[in-house]
């Protein structure tokens, strides 16, 4: 009877399945913003918060998997390689 309200919906079962979800998103060499993470993730049937995901790449992923890039105010970020 898990996720009986949203039908299809999936949840992140622990830290590293997040990270790999949002590390396959990301594209080598693409500089993609929070709302276009998010919106991939919702696409792949994830349920999400873009600022949810936005806080776990600022606390778990930065520095260690991904690289922030400012553009125009905005927050962006890219692989690191």
């Known amino acids: ?11 992140f079962s622990n830290t590293a399945s997040k990270v790999k979800a949002i590390l396959e998103v ?3 060499g693409e500089v993609v913003d929070g709302r276009t993470i998010a919106k991939r993730l919702q696409e792949r049937g994830y349920r999400v918060n873009e600022g949810s995901i936005k806080m776990f790449i ?3 992923m930065l520095h260690r998997y991904l690289k922030k ?7 962006h970020y890219t692989l690191l390689s």
């Open 1 to 11: 009877m898990r996720n009986s309200a949203v039908q299809g919906a999936r949840r």
């Open 26 to 28: 990301i594209q080598p």
């Open 58 to 60: 600022y606390y778990h």
């Open 69 to 75: 890039v400012r553009r125009g105010g905005v927050n």
